[in-house]
């Protein structure tokens, strides 16, 4: 890593608020990463005959998205951010402590009904932190800070999984819970400890409970949709999340199927681990190299460059004929990941007016979800019926090729716009 990197990360941990806020994200990734990994192992093993509680529970986890995406947003531009995303981590807290409770009295029913309520409660976190992150740095510091957090999803990467395996192998899946709720804890703690102005806090003033109405709800939704669609740029941006989604949910299972069916019959689930190691290793690798191209370059060149990369990965990864170049082909792919995700995300954070931040940002889950919910859907009905894997890798490289092309022509263009649309 070099000079460079070391000083725009330290200039941006020298903010002693944002620091708060960065240490407590990871706090709470931590204890959700361990109690999620540990209660799937947890379901395995006790009810190893019904695979489907595993998946059940990933729907627990995952549905809610849809369910309050309406709200999020609404409620982190109208109410205390600071309170939302604290008191969202308190809940999530006191939801996994009556988690462990059912685990001990072994209710299933009762599990997976407080997992549904604990992940609708967290969809309320992040619009709100990503309001406060961007209310606490500057312009120039976004892309770091973006680059920070990127760092870390690698890091739950390469070792989420086996912090999770050694706390239940250690704990139990009780034991696990209560670390997943002790850091939910001090990440509510962490944020409610910063101190942070009343502009970042209430940008558009406060709003009580009853001025909340649904009619309000109603309206602060259309308002984000046509701030949205009335930018170019970020509707721009936000097409390429589409695409992205499809890919996501393309690539949670082709990989799977290229091992099982064509490179490792006999072993793709040793595999797949070694593919997550390499996987979290090049976004470990690319991460810090983003961040730093991201204040050389501009940024849609980079996004541009990170679509072709990854273009070209996806699209060779179908056609592997050997495991090294399989891995090869996927470290490409996993590189490319950062050099759209950092310059995007920071870009997102200097364009969109701080007043609409949360209602944008409660826009782009169900966005992305729903993409990659339509991605699975044409993959059960396409394969193997209709398409070899081959041809399905290449299908989604072109997707991605396709949309490196398009912000060719549309990027340049667009980022030269100085009068972006005003809050509503």
Not at 81 to 102: E, F, M, Y
Not at 242 to 250: E, F
Request: glycine share 8%; net charge positive; proline share 5%.
């Amino acid at each position: 890593m070099s000079l460079a990197m070391f000083q725009s990360f330290f200039s941006v941990f020298a903010n002693r608020t944002y620091r708060k806020l960065f240490l407590a994200n990871f706090t709470s990734e931590f204890g959700s990463t361990i109690g999620t990994v540990a209660f799937a192992f947890y379901l395995l093993d006790r009810f190893s005959s019904q695979p489907g509680y595993a998946t059940m529970a990933e729907l627990m986890i995952s549905l809610p998205t849809l369910c309050v995406f309406w709200i999020v947003g609404v409620l982190a531009d109208r109410m205390n951010r600071q309170k939302i995303a604290a008191n969202a981590d308190w809940i999530r807290a006191g939801l996994t402590l009556l988690i462990l409770a059912a685990l001990w009295a072994g209710w299933v029913p009762v599990i997976f009904a407080l997992l549904f309520v604990r992940s609708a409660v967290g969809r309320f976190f992040l619009p709100a932190e990503a309001a406060l992150v961007q209310g606490v740095l500057d312009q120039e510091e976004y892309t770091t800070a973006v680059g920070l957090n990127q760092m870390v999803s690698s890091v739950f990467l390469l070792f989420g999984s086996g912090l999770g395996a050694l706390c239940y192998w250690n704990l139990g899946a009780e034991g696990a819970m209560a670390v997943d709720a002790a850091s939910f804890f001090l990440s509510g703690w962490l944020i409610r400890a910063c101190r942070i102005s009343r502009e970042v806090l209430l940008p558009n003033g406060a709003t009580s409970w009853r001025e909340l109405k649904p009619s309000v709800v109603f309206l602060d939704l259309k308002a984000g949709a046509q701030y949205v669609l009335s930018y170019p740029l970020l509707r721009s941006l936000l097409f390429g999340l589409l695409i992205l989604g499809v890919v996501n949910g393309g690539l949670t299972v082709l990989p799977m199927f290229l091992l099982k069916y064509k490179l490792a019959p006999d072993s793709y689930q040793a595999m797949t681990v070694y593919q997550g190691i390499v996987f979290g290793a090049a976004l470990l690798i690319g991460s810090p190299v983003a961040s730093l191209l991201a204040k050389k370059i501009p940024l849609y060149r980079l996004i541009i460059f990170g679509f072709l990369l990854g273009a070209v990965g996806i699209g060779c990864t179908g056609f592997a004929g050997s495991m090294p170049v399989y891995y090869a082909c996927f470290a490409l792919f996993a590189l490319s990941i950062p050099l759209v995700n950092i310059p995007f995300n920071g870009w997102m954070q200097q364009i969109v007016d701080p007043k609409m931040m949360g209602r944008v940002q409660g826009w782009i889950t169900p966005l992305t979800q729903s993409s990659q919910s339509l991605a699975l859907a044409l993959l059960a009905w396409l394969f193997p019926a209709h398409f070899t894997l081959p041809t399905l890798f290449l299908c989604v490289g072109s997707l991605v090729l396709l949309t490196a092309l398009f912000y060719t022509y549309a990027l340049p263009r667009y980022a030269e716009e100085k009068n972006p649309p005003s809050a509503a």
